[in-house]
């Protein structure tokens, strides 16, 4: 993983090939490293304990229900840890439920996004999210 | 009156006590105390007692009262009480599995219909040119079932979040909530002619979560089922009922046959086809629980062809606690 590549956390392999098209479609070229479980976020990130620790990527796609470690658990220790504090995070998930998007905000999260069924919406919306946080947002730390 | 064996002595010492510091009030307070008939039983008592001076001695007064059947009903009550904690607690618990239910419900059922939808749509792009027209509109079909279902587990999660909501009531301002959600719809329908007509500054004492979805239901009907009309006209008033508020709602839309007005507030209840007025049958039914969660009730008039009016009372604002 390098600055430029996007960390998708996801364990629904349907999700994962749907957002994969998606960006591609939109030409968003930044590699993507895909995780599908919460431990192997914090891994892919931090290292196993004792290892030299990972680079940082320049934005990290994240749903909330996940295997072992939730989505809100990863997020907090990305918060906690100074390499990970500022990392854009968006939070991708099917749910609105009104304590989700909270929990997610008090956690850190910088967007909370659901995916959309209609797949035009989620093609719409892998773009948006491609050229805001990798082209117009301005990051904490140069990339 | 006697009084039982194994206080007797205890009794005199009491007494003396009494006696010295005499004024009115319950004997025993806090315990509860036992009499003896002429037979030896004994019978549960409450006794009240008041010195009386005269010239002569203190006198004291003492009022017994047989306690039998308050005794046997406060220990009924006792019993009432913890039943309904009981019940209360397996309420409680049901209400928590429900709402596990429910999320789980949002997450695992909408994640099949993203895929079935957007492995449609990347199939039918990549094999756009080969495609017969009827092919394309299965296509179609298979991507509108899976849209279709999706709202219906929204609409399904707003009845099920509104039955479970904590009601705070307050006076909102119902106006500008309507003019709001309005806004957004004509935003989504700008190729509409629809002309709005939302009295101002009406109040109605009511949740803010639940009123938002009373007009986003209301006003998504009266905007769904005027869309056959080249001129909409969407009003919402407010009128004086016995001293209580009535909001109406009023569309000059496709309206419906008043046989079944009672029908359209039970779930998946519909008087329209589908392929001309989509939709799932759910939003009334919210409605009809959100008004009765407010203290207040729905109703509707129309005739075929001649617009719906549907009507909310609330309760009077000063009514809250
Ligand atoms: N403004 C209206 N005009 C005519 N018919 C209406 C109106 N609002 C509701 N209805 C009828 O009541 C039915 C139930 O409404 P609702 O529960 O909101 O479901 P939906 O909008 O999903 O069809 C509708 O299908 C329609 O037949
Ligand atoms: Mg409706």
Redesign the pocket.
């Known amino acids: 993983m390098n600055r430029q590549s996007i960390l998708l956390v996801e364990d629904n392999p349907d999700d994962i090939a749907l957002m994969l098209h998606a960006l591609s479609d939109n030409q968003i070229a930044n590699p993507v490293v895909v995780v599908e479980d919460g431990e192997q976020a914090l891994q892919t990130l931090f290292g196993a304990a004792g290892q030299a620790e990972r680079g940082v990527p320049a934005l990290i796609l994240l749903d909330l229900n996940l295997p072992k470690r939730n989505g809100l658990e990863v997020l907090r220790e990305l918060r906690n840890h100074p390499n990970t504090r500022l990392v854009p995070v968006v939070i991708l998930t099917s749910s609105l439920e009104p304590s989700d998007r909270l929990n997610a905000y008090q956690a850190g999260a910088n967007s909370y996004l659901r995916k959309p069924v209609d797949f035009d919406e989620f093609v719409h919306v892998a773009q948006q999210v491609g050229s805001y946080w990798l082209r117009l947002n301005q990051p904490a730390v140069d990339n | 009156m006697l009084i039982p064996a194994e206080v007797a002595t205890r009794h005199v010492a009491h007494r003396e006590g009494y006696a010295r510091a005499a004024q009115p009030r319950p004997m025993g307070m806090g315990l509860s105390l036992s009499g003896r008939r002429k037979d030896g039983s004994q019978l549960p008592v409450e006794i009240s007692l008041s010195p009386i001076n005269t010239a002569e001695a203190r006198l004291i007064f003492c009022a017994v009262r047989d306690a039998t059947e308050r005794r046997a009903t406060e220990r009924q009550i006792r019993r009432l009480n913890e039943g309904l904690e009981r019940q209360n607690t397996e309420l409680q618990a049901v209400n928590n599995e429900l709402e596990a239910f429910s999320y789980s419900v949002s997450h695992d059922l909408r994640a099949p219909l993203r895929a079935i939808d957007g492995f449609s749509k990347i199939l039918q792009s990549s094999l756009e040119g080969s495609l017969s027209e009827r092919d394309s509109d299965y296509f179609n079909r298979i991507r509108k079932a899976a849209q279709n279902m999706s709202k219906l587990i929204d609409?399904l999660l707003t009845l099920a979040r509104v039955t479970r909501a904590d009601v705070k009531l307050a006076s909102l301002n119902l106006s500008r909530l309507a003019t709001a959600v309005a806004d957004r719809l004509l935003e989504n329908q700008p190729e509409r002619n629809v002309t709005l007509q939302i009295a101002p500054d009406i109040k109605v004492l009511a949740d803010p979560a639940l009123l938002q979805v009373a007009m986003e239901?209301l006003l998504?009907?009266?905007f769904?089922?005027t869309s056959t009309k080249e001129k909409a006209l969407i009003e919402v008033g407010c009128m004086s009922k016995d001293g209580e508020t009535v909001v109406f709602v009023r569309?000059n839309?496709?309206?419906?046959d008043m046989n079944y007005a009672d029908k359209?507030f039970t779930p998946f209840?519909?008087?329209?086809s589908a392929s001309e007025?989509p939709?799932?049958?759910?939003?009334?039914?919210s409605i009809k629980r959100v008004m009765s969660k407010l203290g207040g009730r729905i109703w509707?008039e129309?005739s075929v062809g001649e617009?719906?009016t549907?009507y909310l009372q609330f309760a009077r604002i000063g009514a809250e606690q």
């Open positions: 609409d239901n998504g009907n009266a769904k089922f569309d839309g496709v309206g419906f359209l209840q519909r008087l329209h007025f939709g799932t049958g759910i939003g009334l039914a509707a129309s617009g719906a549907f």
